[in-house]
Structure formats: C-alpha cells, structure tokens
Nanobody
C-alpha cells in the first residue's frame, strides 16, 4: 500500500519560511518523480514544483520560482519543499505526489494526475 505523508504545515507571516516534507512508503521511491501541488479555497489544484527520480532535474511554477526549492533524499524516501519569502497568495493545502518515472519522458510539473499517488495534504497559511 502506497502512502505519502506530508509533514504538518502551519501559519507563517508574510516573508517567512517553512519547510514541508513528504515521507513515502510502499513504493520504490527512487523510481518515482515527485511533485508538490497546492489548492487554495475555490481554486483548482495547481502544480508547484517537481523533481526527477534522480534528483538531478527540478521544475517550478512561475509563481514560486526563486522562492521555493524542491529536493529529495532517496535514502530516506522523502521529498522536501523549502518555501521562502512566503506571500499570502501561497496560502493553500499542499499535497505531495508520486508519479512512476518513464525512461526518457520526464514531464516536469505536468504530472499525469490520474495516475499519480497523492498525500492527504497539509495546510499552509501565510498571514499578511
């Protein structure tokens, strides 16, 4: 049984930082591209960042480039999202996702969402 468990989010002030983690089990972690997504109230779920199975390639939504950093530790089956310079518009439920890597077909943040595994989500609130 595949499980993706995000760390607790939290409440931070504008300009603050927060690091999320997502621990994976029940899958061969190093065979999966990983991503972070978020969903704000009344909005569709949007991609935030992705990292290739090897950790050598990362991709970001324009809205978070230069502020967020995705990383992974394949030895710990964990993916991270370091969020700096947070803004109120970053307020959302954040989800991690795992997508089986395809040889020669890294899709970046454009996950096949219907074929990905998802965590339960964690709330991040940025106060103004």
């Amino acid at each position: 049984q595949v499980q993706l468990v995000e760390s607790r989010g939290g409440l931070v002030q504008t300009g603050g930082s927060l690091r999320l983690s997502c621990a994976a089990s029940g899958l061969t972690f190093s065979s999966y591209d990983m991503g972070w997504f978020r969903q704000a109230p009344g909005k569709e779920r949007e991609a935030v960042a992705a990292i290739k199975w090897s950790g050598r390639t990362t991709d970001y939504a324009d809205s978070v480039k230069g502020r967020f950093t995705i990383s992974r530790d394949n030895a710990k089956n964990t993916v991270y999202l370091q969020m700096n310079s947070l803004k109120p518009e970053d307020t959302a439920v954040y989800y991690c996702a795992a997508q089986l890597a395809q040889l020669g077909r890294y899709s970046g943040i454009y996950f096949d969402r219907s074929n990905a595994y998802w965590g339960q989500g964690t709330q991040v609130t940025v106060s103004s």
